[in-house]
């Protein structure tokens, strides 16, 4: 059975910085593109941060541009969001998520529909 876990989010003061990582199991996703979404209260689900099977190609939504950083480690099969300067906005569940594909070529994927499977969510909230 193939499970992504998260773990690493938390509370946090506005213009701190969390990483956040997904540790899979049950299979290994080392030459997968992987990707980072996050859901907040009431809003749909979008996109954060994609990243190329070597890690040499990533994607941010434009609002994270500059503030958040995706990468991975293949020999441990874990990948990783940093985010730096957050804010209340950036408040929400993020979710790590993986394609059903062993090899995604020279591509990260920007759609959910790209994905197959997902993490259970780890949450970012703020502290007043």
């Known amino acids: 059975q193939v499970q992504l876990v998260e773990s690493g989010g938390g509370l946090v003061q506005a213009g701190g910085s969390l990483r956040v990582s997904c540790a899979p199991s049950?299979?290994?996703?080392?030459?997968?593109?992987m990707g980072w979404f996050r859901q907040a209260p009431g809003k749909e689900r979008e996109l954060v941060a994609s990243?190329?099977?070597?890690?040499?190609?990533?994607f941010y939504a434009d609002t994270e541009k500059g503030r958040f950083t995706i990468s991975r480690d293949n020999a441990k099969n874990t990948v990783y969001l940093q985010m730096n300067s957050l804010g209340p906005e950036n408040k929400a569940f993020y979710y790590c998520?993986?394609?059903?594909?062993?090899?995604?070529?020279?591509?990260?994927?920007?759609?959910?529909?790209?994905?197959?499977?997902w993490g259970q969510g780890t949450q970012v909230t703020f502290s007043s």
């Open positions: 990243i190329r099977w070597s890690g040499g190609n990533t």
């Open positions: 998520a993986a394609p059903r594909n062993y090899y995604s070529g020279h591509n990260y994927y920007t759609g959910g529909n790209d994905y197959a499977y």
């Open positions: 049950g299979r290994t996703f080392f030459r997968t593109a």
